[in-house]
């Protein structure tokens, strides 16, 4: 069956640090590919998503590519700040839609000043 | 955006007794709502999807009977775990979306301990 793999946590980093969260998938087919993020008391939000090998989605500073090949979907981030702390999951749905999400057991991240 | 509420953010009960948490759309009328369940750094596994006005479809292993699910209306759906038990304490998440294959928007949560 489709199982996401991530880092476990928490990665603790200094403000400005370069950030890197690891993801690996198993699939079958060709599924699409999720960040989700969740701030403290609140819902999981969509991150940023790519549909299909060499994509690379961003949204807010992070980037994540598509790799094929290495079957990964690492999350990163050039300068991170205060306000980026939060538990990221890495996520995939091997159907058309979105209505079957596989999730990684989610990734804390604290920044500090 | 989209938002998914969620009641109670967090109840403690009693072994035995049976707990409600409802699921709501508050600016959307959602045709399919899932719920979640996620043990401490553990994954979020689905446990259930319901559409509005039909049964909900259970995943292997989740006993429907336990976990009662009612999709009312097109912008509530309770999750009932009845006769918890101990083993039952975990976090349950209910996502909701507009048409089938759109984005899921998540509620909060809610941390249920039974005692």
């Known amino acids: 069956g489709d199982s996401v793999t991530q880092m476990e946590g928490p990665v603790t980093l200094s403000e400005e640090a370069f950030l890197t969260i690891n993801c690996t998938y198993t699939?079958?087919?060709?599924?699409?590919l999720f960040w989700y993020v969740q701030y403290p008391g609140e819902g999981l939000q969509l991150l940023l998503k790519?549909?299909?090998?060499?994509d690379k989605g961003s949204n807010k500073g992070f980037e994540a590519t598509y790799r094929k090949e290495t079957t990964s979907f690492h999350l990163e981030k050039g300068s991170v700040q205060v306000s980026d702390s939060a538990v990221y999951f890495c996520?995939?749905?091997?159907?058309?839609?979105?209505?079957?999400?596989?999730f990684g057991k989610g990734t804390m991240l604290l920044v500090s000043p | 955006g989209a938002v998914v509420s969620q009641h109670p953010s967090w109840v403690i009960c009693k072994s035995g007794t049976s707990v409600k948490i409802e699921c709501r759309s508050l600016d959307f009328q959602a045709t399919t709502m899932f719920w979640y369940r996620q043990f401490p750094k553990q994954s979020l596994m689905l446990m259930a999807t319901?559409?509005?006005?039909?049964?909900?479809?259970?995943e292997q292993g989740v006993e429907k009977d336990k976990f009662l699910i009612n999709h009312a209306s097109l912008t509530l759906s309770t999750l009932t775990v009845t006769s918890a038990h101990p083993e039952d304490s975990s976090f349950y998440i209910c996502?909701?979306?507009?048409?089938?294959?759109?984005?899921?928007?998540f509620g909060p949560g809610t941390r249920l301990t039974v005692l």
């Open positions: 790519a549909t299909k090998a060499d």
């Open positions: 996502s909701a979306i507009l048409v089938l294959g759109n984005e899921q928007f």
């Open positions: 996520a995939l749905t091997s159907d058309s839609g979105y209505s079957t999400l596989t």
């Open positions: 699939a079958t087919g060709y599924p699409s």
């Open positions: 319901s559409n509005e006005g039909s049964k909900a479809t259970y």
